[in-house]
């Protein structure tokens, strides 16, 4: 139960007042720009699009900014924005098979067609302090790059013509929307994946890093991961054909784990996926890893009773937001509750003690009911 607290505006205000002198630090220093953080904090930009789920970094940058870099902060802002924007209409399922591809990597095949593109990465740096930024010194000549351009075809592909790897049923019609009705279970292959890509990073990370180190049994290749601008496009009744509203860029992940095949299913390969909007190869490939735990039941396995494969665990405790509002609603005013449990508790005191001295004087009393150890000391002084 929440009770007003009278007096508390004012005291509301000053907190606000001094929560923007927080933020804009000290005035000695030059306030930094969204513009700034849009290029330059750009992973965190993709993280806040992602788990907001509306892509937009100018917007997500201001959300950085106001937050004062607490990202979950800045995903909430987004979220609560985006519940304000109309629908009026919905894309075509994206193609990435023609992305533009910034990082393109697989870890099973060396020479994959379309070939391998490290692009920006920190898989090989050296995990050290480069004292160099922090005298904002300028970057030297950049190497000119540009991405893969034309159709960068799915390692996938290569194991389907062999019937190697388990095939994914037809789509039945448009998927529900989980930003538009609440989540049931058992869920729709579907809407756990957009649980994945909205819940919080260092969830699905830790989840999938338990399936790693056995629990799920889930051993898994990344069979291609790839960042890069797809184009969206969206179908126009009065046109009647889609034409293109934009680009985006988005991070696949497609993994292939162990199968030693079921009753109904013979020996293969199995699938994993993860897509995410931005350059967020940690979570797409985390989100790969726990989707394919999730599909024990699909593809005929055992449960292992493993965290990562308890579908309403992790779908339920995946999003920050709703993990912080509850969380956090326990530090707001709770007097009447507490004074509730703090009477009661003392009841208990009250009973437990007199409990205590009426089994005491039980005790002490003789069977003729006199106290006994009066008894006693009778019988010494006769």
Known sequence: MYVAVKGGERAIDNAHAWLAEERRGDRDVAELGV???????????????AEGSLYDPDLAALAIKQSRGDLIEAIFLIRAYRT??????????????????????????????????LGPTFDYTHRLLDFKLAADGELGEMPQTEPNAGE??????????????????????????????????????????????????????GMAYSTQRGYARNHAFVAELRIGAVAVEMEIPELGFAIDIGEITLTECETVNQFKGSKTEPPQFTRG??????????????MALVDRALRWKELGEDNLGAPAQDEEFVLYHADNIQATGFLEHIKLPH????????????????????????????????????SLKGKMKEGVAS
């Open 273 to 286: 996926y993860g897509l995410v909007f931005g350059m967020t190869e940690r979570k797409a490939i985390s």
């Open 84 to 117: 304000t924007l109309p629908r009026f209409g919905g894309s075509n399922p994206v193609d990435t098979a023609t992305m533009a591809c910034d990082r393109r990597v697989s870890a099973t095949f060396k020479d994959a067609p379309g070939g391998q593109v």
């Open 35 to 49: 513009d700034q953080i849009r290029e330059q904090m750009t992973l965190a930009v993709n993280r806040v699009m």
């Open 335 to 370: 007097y009447v509750d507490f004074q509730s449990e703090l009477e009661l508790i003392r009841k208990l005191r009250r009973e437990a003690q007199a409990s205590e001295q009426a089994a005491g004087q039980a005790e002490g009393e003789g069977p003729s009911g006199g």
């Open 152 to 205: 960068t075809p799915h390692i996938m592909g290569f194991l389907d013509r062999e019937d190697l790897i388990q095939s994914e049923p037809a789509g039945a019609g448009t998927p529900d929307d989980l930003t538009r009705s609440p989540l049931e279970l058992p869920a729709s292959r579907a809407l756990r994946l957009q649980a994945l890509t909205r819940g919080d990073e260092g969830f699905i990370l």
